[in-house]
Nanobody, 119 residues
Framework: HVQLVESGGGSVQAGGSLMLSCVAS????????MGWFRQYPGGEREAVAS???????TYADDVKGRFLFSQDNAHNTLYLQMDSLKPDDTAVYYC??????????????WGQGTQVTVS
């Protein structure tokens, strides 16, 4: 089992920035199968940025050029740098690990989520 703990959410004005962190612990996991998702109130969880099986990072169209996915493998930490934030970015953000095509969002392990509010 892999435990994921997100941090870094909060409230920010439009145009501002936040950096989300996700620390992984527990069983071994692949750095090539990790991702960030977000969920709007009453909505489904959607992918924001992810890496699946190779070094290519896939970004959702509406965050391209504004969000940056990165990893610090020495510290088992995943980051999501979010710049030029918009009110539409307001959501609960989750990190995910271990590719699992038959499971929610295509990942097996999920963090508890961190709220991002942009006003």
């Amino acid at each position: 089992h892999v435990q994921l703990v997100e941090s870094g959410g909060g409230s920010v004005q439009a145009g501002g920035s936040l950096m989300l962190s996700c620390v992984a612990s527990g069983d071994a996991y692949s750095r090539y199968c990790m991702g960030w998702f977000r969920q709007y109130p009453g909505g489904e969880r959607e992918a924001v940025a992810s890496i699946k099986g190779d070094d290519e990072i896939t970004y959702a169209d509406d965050v391209k050029g504004r969000f940056l996915f990165s990893q610090d493998n020495a510290h088992n930490t995943l980051y999501l740098q979010m710049d030029s934030l918009k009110p539409d970015d307001t959501a609960v953000y989750y990190c995910a690990a271990e590719c699992a095509p038959d499971e929610l969002g295509g990942f097996r392990y999920w963090g508890q989520g961190t709220q991002v509010t942009v006003s």
